[in-house]
């Protein structure tokens, strides 16, 4: 038995070593679900008997899934929406443009995405969240991830990420960042919308990342300002008492 | 250059105060068998609150440092796949600059928690320090094992024949529950006796005795204590309301409601309870308390298996307990139900009962001018109504996941309903100098029986390949309706002396069942990825029939009035479309061929009489949905609509209610066919808050059923109408809807706006003469919002309305009636849980044809408490109609008539009402505002 214990810890660590010389690059698949019924519940501003009755009457089934792809190096990372097949064989949306780009190596963030109907690029230095340490570990995706968390006060939501030991690289789905490891599995308000890694491709070569095209249409503007568009977009929506999430990203 | 000089020296001074307040850390990671460990993951966390300042990974010597690093007091952390986390509090003095932690040595992960918890289990688990935490949630044990049996199956602990429980390699002695005690020291009374469904977490960890922790030296060699985290109970619940209101109306008149809701829910299943009943003629129940009713059931009984054009899987809703009226007069309601759902990730199974009692009594007064191409007349009605009806319906839903690929729905609803009408109505004819001609008096009794039953099964498969998609679906209804008429009328003729007087007393009776079975099947193949192509085959026959007795009051047999037929309908159609989606534009075309046969055979005493028709005809689909921009989208849809002739124009039933307005059948009848068209434009803007949609239809008809007139004037009678349907070709209509949405001030001031316009032309035969009536319709409205605050809104507004009939056959009868209104109203949080409400409304109807002109203000108001810490109680005094002005108008411009309808309804009252909330009232002036 123990010889079976070191066996299988050596070929782990072997493995792993092997593995952690190629995941530099590769690409990420993630689901990426919303459920509307707990980001109205957890929408704390909305009536309460509103809140309420429209989870009771919806339960917990009411989701829509989204599709995201993270296609990174170890110096840039992109991350793009690809569309869900299921839901666009009957019905097929506007394609938007939506990429989140990163260059590691010079410490930028270029953002090529809709704020309140109007598509904007915002071109600043890499912004990650300032993410506290827990101690859960759990699998994603065939990777050991351990737990990390963050509280946005302002939007009052819960992140909490699971990112990957085996993957030292600091990126994650939709910008989110700066932790030790890949994000493979991002929760928002306890399910409220969560990104789950689905598959991992990894290559050998560095993939080759071309930084997107800003259109002469877009504005181009600063992260500060971007969050701002956006925290006035969600004082607007608390007066209004409406959910802020049909304007903005959630 | 002094200052420039001092400014460099402070610069100095603080890079060097900076140096001085750094540290770095370095230390060095080896495992139990002296191996280095590299590609360790080192983070560096601020002690107080985890938050992450900085990390590393080990190099190939297990080697890592953190440089230039601020002095504080931090967690160092150190994780890796292989290995248990390793923690160590790093508290820098005021002097070292270097912290070396030297070796580290990391033990590995017991194989049973790295292979089978997490990996095989996929169970999360918690690992600090020495403490290891299972998810009991995810093993699977039966219903109604105890935590023995859980315990059993976590990996790296065992139970002994007698109920010991070790776990890696020692025992374990204590058993906490939440962290305290159970029961003494033997853990098995735990263990043994308690339900694992209700255990959330599994904890293990080492004791640390009274000596550890004054010492702070730890003894590697202690027991293990298992803790068990309780579930907390938060799925599980209930909540409801109850409300009483009494008071008083006009003529002292006792006005009072009662209505209350329970709803009991657990993870899996609601059940709910609701009645009501009032005599404030409130008829229905409301949309929050139906969806509230019937919970997660709600968004699941929209199945319908007639596939078709228009996407598949699109469903049909309606919804609603009550018997809803059009406002006229007053009604006591009644009504109560029981529903029932349980849902989970394959089965989804809803049953409910409901039972609704509505009793109207009204008196209504109408003025109606008819017109015919060279003469015209008056008719005044007078009708006092008192109806009853009684209706029972149960409902149940079974849907079934086998898997992801196939589906199964059964449905069935029953319903059973009694109505007892009771009406008597004189109408007076005049001529166009107001001259009496006759008045007919007709007393009416109706006693109606109606039972129906429906049955439906829809199966569905999914195929492999993404998108191929087969269903099928069968349907039988059944129907049985019993009818039992008693009919007196007495017509009195005027101009004859004496008066000429003809008495019609008749007993009718009518049984009417029919059943119809339907089935379709739909196959989806996808084509490409921007392509699928739909076929669908429809089946649906039915047979009808119908036998009408009627007696004389000797009870001797009425033979002119006996009428019995049968009426079976066989329809088959076949259809194909073609459906495009990309990037934001989508279109559907598609075509179908339909055939139906409807054979008919009616007999009367001495006739009979067969009918049968075959019809077939091809049918084209349009649709097109196109995003222009990210703001602008455009739907565009056509649809040739045939429709067949409803079987009761084909063998009327005599209409005996009245002498003087009779309606034949018409056997000969062909479909109505038209070609309908719709286009949508709609713009909005997310950023400013502006939205505006624009809206048009237009049908044409190829073939229209109407109901030609002829009138005459028969003498010692007076007028007598004989209606009978009749194909008509040509009429169109036009509509056009503009809404627009927009803020001011954003926040506070919003405005709304909507225009609508509507042009129609329909032919009709008035005496074998074509009419061609032209209506024209023009309206908007406008209104504000203003939210003053959190606690004070105010909304106004105003729309008028006009409409201008052209009557080609009488253009002396071309009409004109207007109508105005405008409303303004608040909200106002006065205390934190005193509410005031009120609103007022004013509107004017007019039509000078008809000298009719008519103001009504209509005012409400209201003001109600919140009691009770919990907010369960609320006090409401209301004051209905303040005015007393309330009452029921409609005016009519129709094919050879005008008219003008008036019946009294609930006008002022004063209600105190009192409710209770289980889950307490809102205090807050926040309305419902989803989008």
């Known amino acids: ?250 | 250059m002094i200052r420039k000089n001092l400014f460099l020296l402070i610069i100095i001074f603080i890079s060097v105060l900076n140096v001085n307040s750094q540290i770095s850390i370095i230390g060095q990671l080896k495992d139990t068998t002296n191996e280095f460990v590299p590609a360790a993951t080192v983070m560096l966390l601020n002690s107080k609150d985890s938050a992450l300042v900085n990390y590393t990974t080990s190099d190939s010597k297990g080697i890592f440092s953190f440089k230039n690093i601020k002095r504080a007091k931090y967690l160092l952390k150190i994780s890796h796949v292989a290995f248990m986390p390793y923690q160590k509090t790093i508290n820098p003095t005021e002097e070292e600059k270097e912290i070396n932690l030297g070796l580290i040595k990391l033990s590995p992960i017991a194989n049973f928690l790295m292979e089978v918890v997490i990996r095989e289990a996929k169970a999360p688990i918690f690992i600090k320090g020495d403490t290891v935490e299972y998810d009991a949630t995810t093993f699977k044990i039966p219903p109604g094992s105890t935590v023995e049996d859980l315990l059993k199956r976590l990996p790296g602990i065992e139970v002994d024949a007698n109920g010991g429980i070790t776990t890696m390699g020692k025992d374990v002695k204590t058993v906490y529950v939440d962290g305290k005690a159970f029961f003494g020291n033997d853990p098995t009374t735990v263990t043994q006796n308690l339900d694992a469904a209700a255990v959330k977490k599994v904890q293990v960890y080492n004791e640390t005795t009274e000596q550890e922790k004054i010492t702070g030296i730890k003894d590697n060699n202690k027991e293990k204590v298992m803790n068990l985290e309780l579930k907390d109970e938060y799925k599980k619940g209930y909540f409801g309301k109850a409300s009483v209101g009494y008071g008083w109306g006009e003529n002292a008149a006792n006005r009072w409601l009662a209505k209350g809701n329970f709803n009991y829910f657990t993870e899996k299943q609601q059940l709910s309870f609701m009645g009501y009943g009032n005599n404030i003629n409130q008829s229905n129940v409301n949309w929050s308390d139906y969806s509230e009713f019937k919970g997660q059931s709600m968004r699941t009984g929209w199945d319908s298996g007639d596939f078709g054009f228009g996407g598949y899987g699109r469903r049909y809703f309606s919804y609603g307990y009550g018997y809803g009226g059009d406002g006229s007069g007053f009604s006591n309601n009644a009504g109560g139900g029981v529903n029932y759902n349980f849902y989970d990730k394959k089965i989804k199974f809803n049953a409910s009962y409901f039972y609704t009692r509505t009793n109207t009594f009204s008196d209504t007064y109408s003025n109606r001018q008819t017109f015919l191409s060279d003469s015209i007349f008056w008719r005044i009605d007078t009708t006092g109504n008192d109806n009853t009806r009684n209706n029972h319906s149960f409902s149940t839903r079974f849907e079934y996941d086998f898997d992801s690929t196939n589906n199964l729905v059964l449905r069935a609803d029953v319903s059973y309903s009694t109505t007892d009408r009771s009406n008597i109505t004189t109408q007076l004819f005049q001529t166009s100098l107001f001259d009496d001609i006759n008045l007919n008096s007709m007393k009416n009794d109706n006693g109606n029986n109606d039972f129906g039953v429906n049955a439906l099964g829809i199966y569905t498969h999914k195929f492999k390949k993404k998108g191929r998609t087969f269903a099928i679906s069968g349907n039988y209804d059944f129907s049985n309706g019993k009818s039992a008429e008693n009919i007196d009328n007495l017509n009195e003729f005027y101009n004859l002396s004496p008066i000429e007087q003809i008495k019609f007393i008749v007993k009718n009776d009518e049984i009417d069942i029919d059943h119809t079975i339907k089935a379709s099947i739909l196959y989806v193949e996808p084509l490409s990825k921007q392509f699928t192509l739909q076929t669908f085959y429809n089946f649906r026959t039915s047979l009808r029939t119908n036998n009408n007795e009627s007696r004389d009051p000797n009870n001797n047999s009425v033979d002119s009035l006996y009428l019995n037929y049968k009426n079976n309908l066989l329809y088959n159609r076949v259809g194909a479309s073609l459906n495009f989606a990309y990037n934001g534009i989508n279109i559907q075309a598609g075509g179908a061929f339909q055939n139906l046969q409807l054979n008919g055979i009616s007999r009367q005493i001495a006739t009979e009489n067969k009918s049968n028709f075959p019809y077939s005809n091809g049918v084209p689909y349009f649709e097109a949905d196109f995003e222009l921009t990210d703001n602008l989208d455009l739907d565009l849809g056509y649809e040739y609509a045939v429709e067949e002739p409803n079987i009761s124009y084909l063998f009327p039933m005599p209409n005996l209610s009245n002498n003087l307005y009779k309606t034949i059948g018409n056997p000969e009848l062909d479909p109505e066919r038209s070609h309908d068209a719709s286009v949508r434009l709609s713009y909005w803007n997310q950023a400013s808050m502006f939205n505006i949609s624009l809206n048009g239809n237009a049908s044409f008809s190829e073939n229209n059923i109407v109901y030609n007139q002829t009138t005459n004037f028969v003498d010692s009678i007076g007028y007598v109408t004989i209606s009978k349907p009749a194909n008509v070709k040509g009429g169109n209509s036009f509509s056009t809807y503009l809404w627009s949405n927009f803020p001011i001030v954003k926040t506070i001031l919003t405005m709304n706006v909507s225009l609508n316009g509507s042009i129609s032309n329909s032919p009709v035969f008035i005496n074998e003469m074509e009419n061609n009536t032209n209506s024209k319709n023009a309206g908007g409205s406008l209104g504000i919002n203003i939210t003053a605050g959190e606690k004070l809104s105010f909304n106004a507004g105003a729309s008028a309305s006009a409409t201008f009939t052209k009557y080609s056959i009488n253009t002396d009868k071309n009409q004109n009636y207007m109508r105005y209104s405008a409303n303004a109203g608040f909200k106002w949080q006065v205390f934190k849980k005193t509410f005031l409400e009120g609103n007022y409304s004013f509107s004017n109807y007019n039509n000078s044809k008809l000298d009719f002109n008519q103001n009504i203000n209509n005012l409400n108001v209201s003001i109600r408490q919140v009691i009770g810490a919990k907010n369960q109680f609320e006090i409401r005094i209301a004051a209905m109609d303040l005015l007393n002005q309330n009452q029921y108008i409609r005016q009519i411009a129709s094919v050879n008539y005008i008219e003008y309808r008036q019946s009294p309804t609930l006008a002022r009252y004063y209600l105190l009402t009192v409710a209770y909330n289980l889950r307490g009232f809102e205090i807050s002036n926040k309305s419902r505002n989803y989008f």
């Open chain 1, 1 to 250: 038995m123990k010889q079976i214990t070191i066996f299988l810890v050596l070929f782990v660590i072997i493995s792993l070593s092997n593995l952690a010389n190629c995941q530099t690059s590769g690409k990420i698949f993630y689901n990426i679900s919303h459920n509307w019924s707990k980001k109205m519940l957890n929408c704390k501003y909305l009536s309460k008997t509103d809140r309420e009755n429209s989870s009771y009457v919806w339960g917990s089934n009411n989701e829509y899934i989204e599709k995201g792809i993270l296609t990174f190096n170890e110096n840039f990372n992109i991350f793009e929406n690809i569309p869900n097949e299921e839901y666009e064989r009957y019905y097929s949306s506007r394609k938007e443009n939506y990429y989140i780009y990163r260059d590691v190596e010079k410490n930028k963030m270029l953002n090529i995405q809709k704020v309140l109907g109007k598509e904007y690029a915002i071109e600043d230095s890499i912004h990650c969240i300032n993410w506290k340490i827990r101690n859960d570990m759990k699998e994603v995706a065939g990777h050991i991830c351990m737990n990390a968390y963050y509280y946005d006060t302002i939007r009052d939501k819960e992140i909490v990420a699971w990112f990957a030991l085996d993957m030292p690289i600091a990126i994650g789905p939709d910008g989110y960042c700066g932790l030790p490891g890949a994000i493979l599995e991002l929760d928002m308000n306890n399910g409220s919308q969560i990104y789950t890694a689905t598959n991992i491709i990894p290559s050998d070569e560095p993939l080759k990342i071309t930084i997107p095209e800003i259109k002469k249409k877009t504005k181009v503007i600063s992260y500060n300002d971007f969050v701002e568009m956006e925290n006035k977009s969600i004082l607007e929506s608390k007066k209004l008492t409406r959910p802020y999430f049909w304007q903005i990203s959630y």
